[in-house]
C-alpha cells in the first residue's frame, strides 16, 4: 500500500458520514437562534445567544466520562460569570485590570490541575475580554441574559451532539513552590494578559479586546512543551 493510499484510508476513518451528519447537526444548532433571530428582526439578540451556545460547545472535543451534565452546567455558570462581568465592566477601569488578572489566575490553576474546567475557564476569559464595550441597543442586563440563554442551549447542543470521552483525565497535582514549570506558566499566564490588557487600552477599533483575549495563547504553548 502506497503512503497516499494510507492517508486516504485513515482520512476515510476519521471522517465518516456519522461524524459529518453530527457535525452539521451541532454547527446548525449553534446559529440556529441567530437565525431565528434574523427572521424576527431581532438579529442583535440572536446573534448574542449564539456567540454564548458557541463558546460552550466549543469547550469540549469529548464529553467528560463522569459527572457529564453537572460539569457541562459548571461550564454555563462560568461563561454567564465571566460573560457578564464583562458587558458591565470599563475597558481600561481598574476593575478591567483585577478581573483579567483574577480570569488569568482561575485559567491557570485548571490548566495546571488538567481537569474538566480547564477549557471553561479559558474560554469564559474570551468571553469576558470579547463582552466589553458590546453593550447592544436594549443594554448590558440584556446581553447577559441572552448570553446565558445560549449558554444554558448550548449545553443540550453538547449534550446530545458530541460522544463521551474513552478514559477519564490524568489531573496533576499543583506545587507551586517546588515546580518551576510551573512558576514560570504561572508568571507567564499572568503577564501576558496584564500586556494584552494595558495595549487593549491604546487600541483603536471597536474591538480591542481581541488582543488580551488570545493573550493566553502563548503561555498554553508554554505549558505544553514545558511539560508541566
Known amino acids: 500500500m502506497t503512503k497516499q493510499h494510507m492517508i486516504l484510508n485513515n482520512l476515510t476513518k476519521l471522517v465518516t458520514w456519522e461524524k459529518t451528519a453530527r457535525a452539521l ?29 458557541y463558546l460552550l460547545v466549543s469547550t469540549f472535543i469529548f464529553l467528560p466520562k463522569d459527572h457529564t451534565f453537572k460539569i457541562l452546567c459548571l461550564s454555563a455558570i462560568i461563561f ?11 475597558l481600561g477601569s481598574p476593575f478591567f485590570f483585577i478581573f483579567a488578572l483574577f480570569a488569568a ?12 474546567l480547564r477549557m471553561p475557564f479559558a474560554l469564559a476569559t474570551l468571553g469576558y475580554f470579547l463582552s466589553i464595550n458590546q453593550i447592544p441597543e436594549d443594554g448590558p442586563f440584556f446581553y447577559a441574559l441572552f448570553f446565558s440563554v445560549g449558554c444554558i442551549w448550548g449545553i443540550f447542543i453538547t449534550y ?52 488580551p483575549a488570545a493573550a493566553h495563547i502563548p503561555a498554553g504553548y508554554l505549558r505544553l512543551h514545558l511539560g508541566s
Open 160 to 211: 446530545f451532539g458530541f460522544t463521551k470521552e474513552t478514559k477519564p483525565l490524568h489531573k496533576n497535582k499543583i506545587d507551586l513552590k517546588n515546580n518551576p514549570e510551573q512558576q514560570r506558566f504561572t508568571i507567564s499566564i499572568a503577564i501576558t494578559t496584564l500586556l494584552g490588557s494595558i495595549i487593549a487600552c491604546f487600541s483603536p477599533g471597536t474591538h480591542p479586546c481581541w488582543l
Open 105 to 116: 489566575a482561575t485559567q491557570c490553576i485548571s490548566e495546571l490541575r488538567n481537569n474538566h
Open 25 to 53: 447537526g451541532i454547527a446548525l444548532g449553534t446559529v440556529l437562534p441567530w437565525i431565528i433571530g434574523s427572521l424576527c428582526n431581532q438579529s442583535q439578540n440572536g446573534s448574542i445567544i449564539s456567540f454564548g451556545s
Open 80 to 90: 454567564s460569570l465571566f460573560a457578564t462581568v464583562g458587558i458591565f465592566t470599563t
